[in-house]
T-cell receptor, first 116, second 114 residues
């Protein structure tokens, strides 16, 4: 079945440091890939997405590129802020065909803490 | 737009009790779903609905029932609560189940079963 593997956390960084959170996936066909963010006490918000190979999703200074050859979708940011402290989830949806019916398959989440 | 709303925010139940977690959306979305979030396991799909009157099971449906009588509402019922159902529950909705549609999540319900 489909699966998503994220790097183990938690990740602790100083403000303005570079961030990379690794994400690899296993899925049939060509899934769409997502990064969701969960701020403390809140629900999940879509951070960025990519729907086909070599697409780059970007938002709020975060970027991730859909790499089909390495089945990866690593999240990067050049300079993190304290306000980026949150839990980050990598996820996929299998595209049309089969019975995925919008089912998001999530990684286990990576806790990011940014210190001033 | 209020987006996706969930009630209650917190709930404590005793083993064997029943309850309903409420979920509503005001975006006229056809697709709605329920996930549970457990430490170290990400989110797992419980049930989903592709439109009013249509529901189906997800990955972990045992112990939960759903119905979808309107486009707006998608309640999740726990028939006889068990400690294994202690979790945070999220409702989500999207325009359709297309893989390119953004799914919007509610704020969650934290449930503890004693």
């Amino acid at each position: 079945g489909d699966s998503v593997t994220q790097m183990e956390g938690p990740v602790t960084l100083s403000e303005e440091a570079c961030l990379t959170i690794n994400c690899t996936y296993t899925a049939t066909g060509y899934p769409s890939l997502f990064w969701y963010v969960q701020y403390p006490g809140e629900g999940l918000q879509l951070l960025l997405k990519a729907t086909k190979a070599d697409d780059k999703g970007s938002n709020k200074g975060f970027e991730a590129t859909y790499r089909k050859e390495t089945t990866s979708f690593h999240l990067e940011k050049g300079s993190v802020q304290v306000s980026d402290s949150a839990v980050y989830f990598c996820a996929l949806i299998r595209t049309a065909g089969g019975t995925s019916y919008g089912k998001l398959t999530f990684g286990q989440g990576t806790i990011l803490t940014v210190h001033p | 737009n209020a987006g996706v709303t969930q009630t209650p925010k917190f709930q404590v139940l005793k083993t064997g009790q029943s309850m309903t977690l409420q979920c509503a959306q005001d975006m006229n979305h056809e697709y709605m779903s329920w996930y549970r979030q457990d430490p170290g396991m990400g989110l797992r799909l419980i049930h989903y609905s592709v439109g009013a009157g249509i529901t189906d099971q997800g990955e972990v449906p045992n112990g939960y029932n759903v119905s979808r009588s309107t486009t707006e509402d998608f309640p999740l019922r726990l028939l006889s609560a068990a400690p294994s159902q202690t979790s945070v529950y999220f409702c989500a909705s999207s325009y359709s189940f297309s893989s390119t549609d953004t799914q919007y999540f509610g704020p969650g319900t934290r449930l503890t079963v004693l």
